[in-house]
């Protein structure tokens, strides 16, 4: 296992907080990281291994809950701090669950469908010991969406030759998803800032946005934002960056990059993104410094950092993506007196969805879209007011105060559990 690094806020809250030893022993490194090799009979007939991760940082509330990333940078480091950051989220939602994440090291952009199916179905057989509906519970993460999710189901219940519809979440609704999954890590982040920007009197219609990362989770938030009132007025994906200073129209855009995969070329292929089209193409560094009042950063990690940061213009700081401000990039930007939203109160809307359907699969209730809408948003609302009152109460970054709520309720069902005895899970 690859020696772990706690992030530096972590450490402080410990020692600012009195937080116990044993506590902190039992934080200080991931519970269990299985690194597998997963194999891939190509289409030309040929053989590929790919290296792959699943890691269960902490089980204290619950069975690990994460998603399953395939992307070129995947490497355990990164799941692990990926899966130490659904422990914290899992804790400050009040789920029932642990925090874990895994990956593959790969570009699914190279392999044709076929090719990430049997990468999928053979990444569940890999990982196949050390997950299920009470031990661990993968789900989507970045290139990988509700299509993977039907896969890998199918897979792991060919392994244990039984129905498991709560073993994964994020699946296809017809395979035992929940309604309103796809929509809900926008939707939860829309729920978050549109409580922030009622605490400070604010409404949509003054509110200029700028989206970085129109995916799974930017691209709905987007969309979401837009029929709110906000407006919209730039979009990036990792190809391109379109800006419009008079708004956007998402939706346009999204039934785009549903047809071609890319936004490049949503203004010039004959398809404008607005009637009138006064929108732009943009370098997409450009869009971190425009002139909005929200930027939302929807894409990968450390997109802002020391070297950015002071380039930033908006005020307010959204984070959709985990992790898509460094440390030093955060100091700098609270530094000069902006607000981070930070990545484990913001983007939890699609685990908590998640754990709906986790429900769901479990009792064989069918919850209607408005049903999982009414829950997320009260969860939601629920958690984004705890942690902007105790935020404010203590004088506290939001960040800050997510995790001081989030360890304080791991450290109490530590403690609760008595001396420690739980492996096997
Ligand atoms: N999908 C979900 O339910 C959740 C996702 N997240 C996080 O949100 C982030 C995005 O995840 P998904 O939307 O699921 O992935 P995705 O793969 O669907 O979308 C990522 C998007 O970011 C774009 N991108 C990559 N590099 C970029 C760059 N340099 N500039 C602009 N765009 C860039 C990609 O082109 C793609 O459109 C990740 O950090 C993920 O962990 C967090 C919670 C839940
Ligand atoms: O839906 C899930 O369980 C996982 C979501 C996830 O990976 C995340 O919040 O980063």
């Given at each position: 296992?690859?020696?772990?690094?706690?992030?530096?806020?972590?450490?402080?809250?410990?020692?600012?907080?009195?937080?116990?030893?044993?506590?902190?022993?039992?934080?200080?490194?991931?519970?269990?990281?299985?690194?597998?090799?997963?194999?891939?009979?190509?289409?030309?007939?040929?053989?590929?291994?790919?290296?792959?991760?699943?890691?269960?940082?902490?089980?204290?509330?619950?069975?690990?809950?994460?998603?399953?990333?395939?992307?070129?940078?995947?490497?355990?480091?990164?799941?692990?701090?990926?899966?130490?950051?659904?422990?914290?989220?899992?804790?400050?939602?009040?789920?029932?669950?642990?925090?874990?994440?895994?990956?593959?090291?790969?570009?699914?952009?190279?392999?044709?469908?076929?090719?990430?199916?049997?990468?999928?179905?053979?990444?569940?057989?890999?990982?196949?010991?050390?997950?299920?509906?009470?031990?661990?519970?993968?789900?989507?993460?970045?290139n990988t969406d509700a299509?993977?999710?039907?896969?890998?189901?199918?897979?792991?219940?060919?392994?244990?030759?039984?129905?498991?519809?709560?073993?994964?979440?994020?699946?296809?609704?017809?395979?035992?998803?929940?309604?309103?999954?796809?929509?809900?890590?926008?939707?939860?982040?829309?729920?978050?800032?549109?409580?922030?920007?009622?605490?400070?009197?604010?409404?949509?219609?003054?509110?200029?946005?700028?989206?970085?990362?129109?995916?799974?989770?930017?691209?709905?938030?987007?969309?979401?934002?837009?029929?709110?009132?906000?407006?919209?007025?730039?979009?990036?994906?990792?190809?391109?960056?379109?800006?419009?200073?008079?708004?956007?129209?998402?939706?346009?855009?999204?039934?785009?990059?549903?047809?071609?995969?890319?936004?490049?070329?949503?203004?010039?292929?004959?398809?404008?993104?607005?009637?009138?089209?006064?929108?732009?193409?943009?370098?997409?560094?450009?869009?971190?410094?425009?002139?909005?009042?929200?930027?939302?950063?929807?894409?990968?990690?450390?997109?802002?950092?020391?070297?950015?940061?002071?380039?930033?213009?908006?005020?307010?700081?959204?984070?959709?993506?985990?992790?898509?401000?460094?440390?030093?990039?955060?100091?700098?930007?609270?530094?000069?007196?902006?607000?981070?939203?930070?990545?484990?109160?913001?983007?939890?809307?699609g685990v908590t969805?998640?754990?709906?359907?986790?429900?769901?699969?479990?009792?064989?209730?069918?919850?209607?879209?408005?049903?999982?809408?009414?829950?997320?948003?009260?969860?939601?609302?629920?958690?984004?007011?705890?942690?902007?009152?105790?935020?404010?109460?203590?004088?506290?970054?939001?960040?800050?105060?997510?995790?001081?709520?989030?360890?304080?309720?791991?450290?109490?069902?530590?403690?609760?559990?008595?001396?420690?005895?739980?492996?096997?899970?």
């Amino acid at each position: 296992m690859n020696p772990f690094e706690l992030p530096a806020l972590v450490q402080r809250i410990f020692d600012d907080r009195d937080v116990s030893p044993d506590v902190q022993a039992i934080l200080r490194q991931p519970d269990k990281s299985l690194g597998v090799s997963v194999p891939l009979r190509r289409d030309d007939g040929s053989l590929a291994v790919f290296p792959g991760w699943r890691v269960q940082y902490d089980k204290t509330l619950g069975p690990a809950k994460g998603g399953v990333r395939f992307h070129p940078a995947v490497d355990e480091g990164e799941c692990t701090l990926l899966a130490f950051w659904m422990t914290v989220k899992c804790a400050l939602h009040a789920l029932p669950f642990g925090g874990g994440k895994g990956g593959i090291r790969v570009d699914p952009k190279k392999l044709s469908p076929l090719e990430v199916e049997r990468l999928s179905r053979n990444y569940i057989t890999a990982v196949a010991d050390i997950i299920g509906p009470d031990r661990d519970i993968p789900a989507p993460d970045v290139n990988t969406d509700a299509r993977v999710m039907g896969w890998m189901a199918d897979e792991y219940a060919d392994i244990r030759r039984s129905h498991q519809p709560a073993a994964v979440t994020g699946k296809p609704v017809c395979l035992g998803g929940s309604e309103g999954r796809a929509q809900a890590t926008g939707r939860g982040a829309l729920i978050v800032l549109d409580n922030w920007m009622k605490r400070q009197g604010r409404t949509p219609r003054q509110t200029r946005i700028a989206v970085q990362g129109f995916g799974n989770a930017g691209s709905h938030f987007a969309c979401l934002a837009h029929e709110a009132g906000y407006r919209v007025v730039a979009v990036s994906d990792s190809q391109a960056a379109i800006h419009d200073p008079d708004g956007l129209e998402p939706r346009r855009l999204f039934d785009y990059k549903e047809r071609e995969k890319e936004l490049s070329g949503a203004l010039y292929a004959g398809r404008s993104v607005k009637e009138g089209d006064g929108g732009k193409e943009i370098d997409q560094a450009a869009l971190l410094s425009l002139d909005v009042d929200v930027l939302v950063l929807a894409a990968m990690e450390n997109a802002i950092t020391g070297d950015n940061a002071a380039a930033v213009r908006a005020p307010l700081l959204l984070e959709i993506a985990n992790g898509p401000v460094s440390p030093d990039g955060d100091a700098a930007l609270t530094g000069a007196g902006k607000t981070v939203l930070p990545d484990v109160l913001v983007n939890a809307g699609g685990v908590t969805v998640s754990y709906y359907e986790w429900i769901q699969g479990r009792t064989g209730e069918r919850w209607s879209e408005g049903k999982v809408i009414d829950q997320l948003t009260q969860r939601m609302q629920d958690t984004a007011g705890r942690c902007f009152d105790r935020a404010e109460e203590e004088r506290l970054q939001v960040r800050e105060a997510a995790y001081v709520l989030a360890i304080e309720r791991i450290a109490h069902a530590i403690r609760s559990r008595g001396d420690r005895s739980y492996f096997g899970g």
